[in-house]
Nanobody
Framework: VQLVESGGGLVQFGDCLRL?????????????IAWFRQAQGKQREGVSC????????YYADSVKGRFTISKDNARKTVYLQMNSLKPEDTAVYFC???????????????????WGRGTQVTVSS
């Protein structure tokens, strides 16, 4: 499994970004893909997750109503649409894949077997 993130950048408060995670060697019809982020000096935290069978989405409270996770199985890609960005959203964003997920605790990193290298998102005030 190889996960490659893209779409990060430097934006201003209130701007939007769409992150992409291309998942090679992973069947998006099954399992789950999550987005995590890690700000400098802080622990990695779960941002959002999309689980299959049927597709169900989950969000951290800090991003509900602003971020939307989606996937395109044919393109093997999971997206994270981020609107109304705030400086506190600044972090490196990672995508992660789980073959089997306990969705009741999707935000724990130990569920995920494979990780991308991350993409930097910086939001200026």
């Amino acid at each position: 499994v190889q996960l490659v993130e893209s779409g990060g950048g430097l934006v201003q408060f209130g701007d939007c970004l769409r992150l992409s995670c291309v998942a090679s060697g992973f069947n998006l019809d099954y399992g789950a893909i999550a987005w995590f982020r890690q700000a400098q000096g802080k622990q990695r935290e779960g941002v959002s997750c999309i689980n299959s069978g049927p597709d169900t989405t989950y969000y951290a409270d800090s991003v509900k109503g602003r971020f939307t996770i989606s996937k395109d199985n044919a393109r093997k890609t999971v997206y994270l649409q981020m609107n109304s960005l705030k400086p506190e959203d600044t972090a490196v964003y990672f995508c992660a894949a789980a073959t089997v997920l306990d969705a009741t605790s999707w935000w724990y990193t130990f569920h995920y077997d494979d990780w991308g290298r991350g993409t930097q998102v910086t939001v200026s005030s």
